[in-house]
Nanobody, 125 residues
């Protein structure tokens, strides 16, 4: 059974950092574009960042550019999201997702085939 499991969420003060991990089981991530999405209470799910399978190119939403970094370790079948300089607007449930595609990744939720269950990130003093 294909599964994605996120970890690393929690409570952090403004200006702090967190590193999210997303481990896959039941399939290999080598040929998948990987994305991180988030959903805050009362808001629609939004794309945060993605990384392509073909060339490792990355894409970031403007709201996180320069603060977040996505990376992947195919040997560990895991994708990461390093989040720095967090602010309360980053509070949300964060989801990882996998898209079986060789093209460059996109932050379109409909592209993605598999989703994790989400991990809560709360930025508050």
């Amino acid at each position: 059974q294909q599964q994605l499991v996120e970890s690393g969420g929690g409570l952090v003060q403004p200006g702090g950092s967190l590193r999210l991990s997303c481990a896959a089981s039941g399939f290999t991530l080598d040929y998948y574009a990987l994305g991180w999405f988030r959903q805050a209470p009362g808001k629609e799910r939004e794309g945060v960042s993605c990384i392509s399978s073909s060339d490792g190119s990355t894409y970031y939403a403007d709201s996180v550019k320069g603060r977040f970094t996505i990376s992947r370790d195919n040997a560990k079948n895991t994708v990461y999201l390093q989040m720095n300089s967090l602010n309360p607007e980053d509070t949300a449930v964060y989801y990882c997702a996998a898209d079986l595609a060789l093209r460059r990744c996109r932050l379109r939720a409909d592209d993605y085939d598999y989703w994790g269950q989400g991990t809560q990130v709360t930025v508050s003093s």
